[in-house]
């Protein structure tokens, strides 16, 4: 069974419930998500154990495992050689220092217009930034949780018109957002050289986002 | 867009007059723009250039990609008035802070006063309203204003109050069209007129009213099309085309009819198209005059099953398809036993016109009504049933009395000879649709998309139980059944009945059609006790008390003049005009509140399948003074009433359909729960419904929409207006529209499902308009020798425009009456005199333009001068007619009966009967 889980989004007051469904292609894809979200959202302690002990590389092997397109989830090296403090500070050096790679924002011309934008993309599927996330609303982690919560939707959707909507949404969030910057994401990831964890988890992103970009445009014709 | 704004600053040491006029061009921002009046069917798309936070001037646009090979595209469209919108931004007639009245209404002295008193003022008249008769006592006109209607109607549907059907007082759609085919809004896109062979052109002059969209008519030309234009004067379009048929006014159906003689007598028919899409083959008793049904054979038959001749034999006629395999007659008879033992005779209908037509409509008979020669008449229909034809049909029509009965004979031309549901066929109305996303985000219990999916579930659930109704039923006549059960709209003819001068009027017998055999009293009684207006008649128990104009003009628009409101005007407690300009009505309120110009507020124009693209306007300056959107404007007000409510210690109340209101309640579901306060937001709803809809492209967006402009349809989405299409969604094609009647079998949504063009309703049998008939004009205004007519000019969309600037100084710059010099050489006058217009109701005093190109007998008046544009502030509608046709009373017939903006008494003025006279020592030169 799977259920999302949002960090850096919450569900608007829209009487909406929290469901679990069976994993199937679609909510592999969701669970997906869900990694690269937590990945990305923010390192802590527990993001450091993960990496020591090849956590993440083995969440990320279940999370694709129903997934119907290839996708290699490669191996995470371990960082059993760098300290928890180093890890830690090394995360918010490449990922959220200045500029800030994981903010939507660093990549476009217009971050005003931008993250307005993907403000009403979140306003529209009944969800809101969360108060206490202290990130943004285009940082990465927020905007794989909304991927991850809109490709939940389609899977638990009651009619294929309500599902064709959220699968829509899903398409054009590519086309507008993930898309457009997470190959420059990480290609400026790889040149800061990063810890290896870190160099392997934007690789397998933009890989992931690439793949499931051409996924969603074939099912949807084009 | 790669534009950039050119440097007026470099090598100039100071300012001079021509730096200052270069610098009156110089922008810093670029947005798109159209202009959300009911500016129809428009859609043109411009840039709107501001400098310095204000909008310098604006440029139509040539972005719209080809849509059908060998077609040409839409580019550029645009006309005078959009190139000069922005002039009106800070136009002399411009409402920029709130106005209350400091003298007696209608005397002009106003003082400015702040949002907060004129808001409470309104919110104590609502309060004080609604405690006393009810919320309905709150009324509001309805106007096709794309950019009121979301937040004036919200508003009112959230308090409970009254708003009036629209088209009962513009009377801009097609009650012909209604009664032949069960709806009128079905339309080609205009670049199908491109595919015409024959284009004819009737109560439309497109080189004044439709402006970017005539070249497609013109063009057609260059490909072999005839056009033919019939209009009693030889008006701008006349130049343009082939033949200019000049008629009187009011005689088209005459005329028409004497061309459907033409192709039945000559053997011109389509007989396949006929016996398939019309009710010509249904079987008519001759005892009766009525269609033979299954309840006259067997009394537990059904009432709406009616029937046709196959092959000699009685065989009921199939109601869920017009391609049912069966050939029907068109010819012969049957005797029939009916239930009650007795026996009558049966015939088809076509047998029935054909009758009719050999007797009463020949060429020569009809050249008597309408002035052309019976050789033309013949002319013109061996054309029409030898080509693709196209009837560009204008709104004028139903202004006249007997407008029904011009549309059902122009229908049945094309009925005769097939042409509609193919390219380059058809006739033309006024249609809207596709832009879904303010319905639906309007019906929302709860924002984004599970709450319009929730909309739309419920609409399929009430189609659903439709069709389970009747399994006949498509798709199309289920939701056209729920549009009528939807609509929060009431025909007004009842409290026009109550509450106006209306009643004195419709009740001269002599104005009316002398084919009222009754006192047109008896017919709204009848009306009444058979229960077809049940709701609306009851609905204006009490006069209103609280009038809120946003949006229209009726003292402008309300056929009959100022006199005809006078009853109702002493009944209100509180006139309030929400509106940009100075208008007629705001002249004669209590209250006037400055809305937002169509450049400083985020709005889309009206869409149409005309156009198949929806058009976007952007916020391109901030609004001018304290002007405020209506929307801002309205939430505002529900705040107000609410305070005003708790300071009376009121909490609640219950409108006429028994649900209660929470006057605390009010600004949450004003908004949504405070969804709905920011413009971008319902914007970007309005539009990511639509995509939900698959009315607009997936990803359609505020963004997106920014982006582009104007976004292509997508779909026909889910309301009723754009399903009466019935066609598929055009790809890469021109629209064709009830290609899904002819290619399909689809059948119509009337009561014989069939392009009906013979009613049975017992009123249509005593008035004997069973069929399409000519009758001339009554005699509307008294005994007078002129005929007065109108149209919409070349310089103002309705009123919006007229007093603008830039646009006065491009014709005369003030009213004026177009006359024949012979009728102004009898009467003494010359060109560009003052004249007083006139007739039994009263007069207007204007300039006279004489012109040769007026027809003898007719005295033309352009629509959309203000009142206060004429002396006395009395205009060309003191002298309109104002009358309702009474057989549009009729009801408990299928389509006749309610239908919103499609079938109920509006008021009309064509051929008002005026005399006009020189005014002493008002010579012109």
């Known amino acids: 069974m799977f259920i999302y889980s949002l960090s850096g989004l919450e569900l608007k007051d829209t009487g909406q419930q929290a469901v679990e469904i069976e994993e199937n292609e679609t909510t592999a894809r969701s669970a997906t998500y869900q990694v690269f979200g937590r990945f990305f959202g923010g390192a802590d302690g527990e993001h450091y154990d993960m990496a020591c002990s090849g956590q993440w590389t083995k969440e990320l092997e279940t999370a694709v495992e129903l997934l119907s397109f290839e996708f290699d989830p490669g191996t995470a090296p371990l960082a059993d050689g760098i300290t928890k403090d180093d890890y830690c500070s090394q995360f918010g050096q ?15 011309d217009d971050p005003e217009g931008n993250l307005a934008e993907v403000v009403r993309f979140y306003e529209y599927f009944g969800l809101q930034a969360g108060d206490d996330s202290g990130r943004a609303p285009d940082h990465l982690g927020t905007e794989c949780d909304f991927m991850q919560f809109i490709t939940f939707k389609e899977a638990a959707s009651p009619s294929d018109r309500l599902a064709g909507s959220y699968r829509r949404a899903q398409l054009d969030f590519h086309d507008r957002q993930l898309s457009l910057w997470i190959p420059s994401f990480a290609e400026q990831v790889a040149a800061a050289d990063p810890a290896a964890t870190f160099a392997w988890a934007a690789d397998r992103l933009a890989a992931f986002v690439a793949a499931d970009h051409a996924y969603i445009r074939e099912v949807q014709g084009g | 867009m790669g534009i950039r704004a050119p440097d007026m600053t470099a090598g100039a040491p100071r300012p001079d007059a021509g730096d200052r006029y270069r610098s009156r061009w110089a922008w810093d921002s670029v947005t798109w723009g159209t202009h959300c009046v009911d500016c129809y069917p428009g859609n043109c798309s411009y840039r709107v250039f501001a400098g310095d936070g204000s909008v310098r001037f604006e440029e139509a646009t040539g972005t719209f990609a080809p849509v059908e090979a060998g077609v040409p595209d839409k580019n550029p469209m645009g006309c005078n008035k959009g190139a000069a919108w922005s002039r009106q931004l800070d136009n002399p007639d411009r409402v920029t802070r709130p106005l209350r009245r400091v003298g007696a209404r209608g005397s002009g002295r106003w003082e400015t006063i702040g949002w907060d008193e004129a808001l409470g003022l309104l919110a104590g008249a609502i309060v004080d309203a609604i405690e006393a008769d009810g919320p309905q006592a709150v009324l509001h006109e309805g106007t096709p204003e794309m950019t009121t209607i979301a937040p004036t109607h919200r508003f009112m549907n959230q308090l409970g109050g009254t708003i009036t059907d629209f088209n009962a007082t513009t009377n801009d759609f097609n009650v012909g069209m209604h009664i032949t085919f069960g709806k009128y809004g079905f339309v080609s896109s205009i670049d199908d007129w491109f595919h015409s062979d024959l284009v004819l052109i009737w109560h439309l002059n497109p080189s004044f009213t439709r402006i970017p969209h005539a070249h497609f008519v013109f063009e057609a030309r ?22 200019h048929v000049p008629v009187q006014p009011g005689s088209d159906a005459a005329l028409a009819l004497a061309m459907c003689q ?19 083959s249904l079987l008519v008793r001759a005892d009766t005059g009525r269609f033979l049904r299954a309840s006259d054979i067997d009394p537990a038959g059904s009432e709406v099953e009616f029937f046709h001749l196959v092959d000699g034999e009685l065989v009921p006629a199939d109601r869920a398809s017009l391609k049912s395999g069966q050939v029907p007659d068109l010819a012969g008879g049957l005797e029939v036993t009916l239930g009650d033992g007795s026996r009558t005779t049966a015939r088809p209908v076509l047998e029935l016109l054909r009758a009719r037509l050999d007797a009463e409509h020949t060429p020569e008979l009809a050249s008597r009504h309408c002035g ?31 407008g029904d009965l011009v549309e059902r004979s122009l229908c049945l031309l094309l009925a005769l000879t097939g042409n509609w549901g193919k390219k380059g066929t058809g006739i033309r109305a006024w249609s809207a649709g596709m832009f879904d996303g303010p319905a639906i985000a309007m019906a929302k219990f709860q924002p984004g998309v599970e709450g319009a999916e929730t909309v739309m579930l419920g609409l399929e659930m009430l189609a659903a139980a439709e069709r389970a109704n009747d399994p006949t039923a498509t798709d199309e006549i289920a939701t056209s059944s729920l549009a009528r059960l939807a609509t929060q709209m009431f025909p007004p003819f009842f409290h026009w009945w109550a509450n106006t001068g209306y009643r004195d009027r419709w009740t001269k017998t002599a104005w009316h059609d002398p084919s009222m055999s009754r006192p047109f009293e008896s017919f709204v009684d009848e009306a009444v006790a058979a229960g077809w207006w049940a709701g609306a008649d009851t609905a204006f128990s009490s006069p209103p008390r609280v009038l809120i104009e946003c949006g229209g003009n009726m003292r402008r628009r309300t ?14 407690d509180l006139v309030v005009v929400i509106d940009q300009r100075m208008s007629a009505t705001a002249l004669q309120a209590d209250l006037v509140l400055p809305a937002a110009q169509h450049y400083e507020k985020i709005d889309f124009h009206i869409p149409t399948p005309h156009l198949m693209h929806l058009t976007f306007s952007d916020k391109a300056q901030d ?22 409510a708790e300071r009376r210690g009121l909490e609640s109340y219950t409108d006429r359909a028994g649900i209660v209101h929470r006057y605390a309640d009010l600004w949450n579901t004003y908004t949504l729960d405070g969804h709905f306060t920011d413009p971008e937001v319902l914007a970007d709803e309005m539009l990511r419904d639509s995509a939900h809809t698959g009315a607009l492209p997936e990803g359609t967006d505020l963004a997106s929409a920014r982006r582009n402009g104007h976004i292509p349809f997508s779909g026909w989405g889910v309301l009723p207006y754009a399903k009466a299409q019935a066609s598929p969604f055009p790809d890469g094609e021109t629209h064709v529209p009830l290609r899904n009647h002819v290619e399909q079998g689809d059948p119509y949504p009337t009561l014989t499902r069939r392009a009906q063009f013979y009613i049975d309703h017992p009123w249509f049998l005593e008035a004997d308009e069973a069929l399409p008939t000519h009758k001339a004009p009554p005699a509307m205004g008294g005994d007078h020798p002129l005929e007065l007519t109108s149209g919409h000019c070349r310089w103002s969309v309705h009123r919006m425009n007229i007093g603008n600037r830039v646009l006065l100084q491009t014709h005369r710059g003030e ?65 309109e007619g104002g009358m309702v046709k009474w057989l549009h009373l009729a009801g408990g017939y299928g389509h006749l009966s309610y239908t919103p903006t499609a079938w109920q008494p509006a008021t009309v003025d064509r051929a008002t009967r005026v005399d006009f006279r020189r005014m002493p020592g008002n010579q012109g030169g």
């Open chain 2, 372 to 402: 052309a020669h019976a050789d033309t008449i013949r002319e013109l229909a061996r054309k029409v049933a030898r080509n693709r034809t196209n009837i560009l049909f204008g709104a004028a029509a139903s202004k006249y009395y007997h």
């Open chain 2, 222 to 243: 260059y490909r072999g099309a005839e056009v033919v234009m019939f209009a009693p004067d030889y008006n701008a379009s006349a130049m343009h085309c082939d033949v």
């Open chain 2, 815 to 879: 009213p004026h009456a177009a006359v024949n010099p012979d009728d102004a050489h009898v009467r003494g006058v010359g060109d560009h005199d003052v004249i007083e217009v006139f007739n039994d109701t009263g007069g207007f005093i204007v300039r006279a333009k004489v012109s040769p190109s007026v027809r003898p007998g007719q005295i033309i008046v352009y629509n959309g001068w203000e009142s206060w544009q004429f002396p006395g502030w009395r205009g060309p509608n003191e002298v």
């Open chain 2, 559 to 572: 056929r009959g003049g100022g006199g005809i409101l006078d009853d109702l005007w002493s009944s209100l």
């Open chain 1, 94 to 108: 490449v990922f959220e220092g200045s500029p800030a790679l994981v903010s939507a924002g660093t990549h476009f």
């Open chain 2, 623 to 644: 609004p001018a003074g304290d002007a405020l959107t209506e929307w801002d404007i309205f939430a505002r007000l529900t705040t107000e009433i609410s305070a005003e």
């Open chain 2, 262 to 280: 033409v192709i039945l007598s000559e053997d011109l028919l389509d007989r396949e198209f006929v016996a398939e899409q019309t009710d010509l």
